[in-house]
């Protein structure tokens, strides 16, 4: 997955880059060439990451807490 400062950090070393030299449509034109690439791509932030990994944390314990409930009830009912 890519690193988010490292396309900041190429974004900035691309604009140094172009600010020193006579065409400025070039930086516009990497720019929305990358934007362009990157939508492209189903990316979610790392924020949204860690939420989701949260959750399915919670549902995996709970379905352990349900399959233990499940096989006591058998156990319970094979037993009458």
Partial sequence: MLDPKILEDI???MSALLANSPVKDVERNA????SGLLGKFDLVTREEFDIQAQVLARTREKLKALEARVDALEKARSGQ
């Fill in 11 to 13: 974004g900035a070393k």
């Fill in 31 to 34: 720019k929305a060439m990358m």
